[in-house]
């Protein structure tokens, strides 16, 4: 199976500052790879795909790059809303697996 | 709009099976695969397995082998997803999501339905 591992696992951060997550897979994805944002009680929802590609209704202050085994989801200017945890998931090979979570708390 | 909303809450005691529907409504149900994710307390995404809605095909993750089956009433646009030999550890939100393809064709997760507690306690 491709591990995945997320860095930080946790991180405290102002409304307005530049956050980036990174994702680090153990085998070259090429670029298939997902990010999802997940609130408290609720169920995971898309951000990107295939790497850099943003889900259709997503604000443009998130954004994703990356190839190979090094991704990184950046929010450019954090907002009250984004105060959630963040999951990569790869889908290159089966089982797609999933990176343990990036909560990002208020500062 | 494109939705998925399981079943409600299930408490079960260990040994026992489970059975979490899955109803897709607003796409055409048999164009997209439909997989089942978990999530421990707490803790990160699993991915467990899927179906091909079309030919019933299905796929697992090898550690729920045996123990998962997947089936779909194409009628009513409902995917089943059956959890056996439940133990305590099994405790989980389940999640049902869709994708276009299975392998790396498209294949992201959107969107998820609300998800469903198991508990698994004697």
């Known amino acids: 199976d491709i591990q995945m591992t997320q860095s930080p696992s946790s991180l405290s951060a102002s409304v307005g500052d530049r956050v980036t997550i990174t994702c680090r897979t153990s085998?070259?994805?090429?670029?298939?790879l997902n990010w999802y944002q997940q609130k408290p009680g609720e169920a995971p929802t898309l951000l990107i795909y295939?790497?850099?590609s943003l889900q259709s209704g997503v604000p443009s202050r998130f954004s994703g790059s990356g190839s190979g085994t090094q991704f990184t989801l950046t929010i450019s200017s954090l907002q009250p809303e984004d105060f959630a945890t963040y999951f990569c998931?790869?889908?290159?090979?089966?089982?797609?697996?999933f990176g343990q979570g990036t909560k990002v708390e208020i500062k | 709009q494109v939705q998925l909303v399981q079943s409600g809450a299930e408490v079960k005691k260990p040994g026992a099976s489970v059975t979490v529907s899955c109803k897709a409504s607003?796409?055409?149900?048999?164009?997209?695969?439909i997989h089942w994710v978990r999530q421990a307390p707490g803790q990160g995404l699993e991915w467990m397995a899927w179906?091909?809605?079309?030919?019933?095909?299905?796929n697992s993750a090898q550690k729920f082998q045996g123990r998962v089956t997947l089936t779909r009433d194409t009628s009513i646009s409902t995917v089943y997803m059956e959890f056996s030999r439940l133990k305590s550890d099994d405790t989980a939100i389940y999640f049902c999501?869709?994708?276009?393809?299975?392998?790396?064709?498209?294949?992201?997760?959107?969107?998820w339905g609300q998800g469903t507690l198991v508990t698994v306690s004697s």
């Open positions: 999501t869709r994708s276009y393809g299975a392998g790396s064709y498209r294949g992201w997760f959107d969107p």
């Open positions: 085998q070259n994805i090429i670029r298939y």
């Open positions: 295939g790497a850099s």
């Open positions: 179906i091909q809605p079309t030919s019933g095909a299905t």
């Open positions: 998931q790869q889908f290159h090979s089966s089982p797609r697996t």
């Open positions: 607003g796409y055409t149900f048999t164009d997209y695969y």
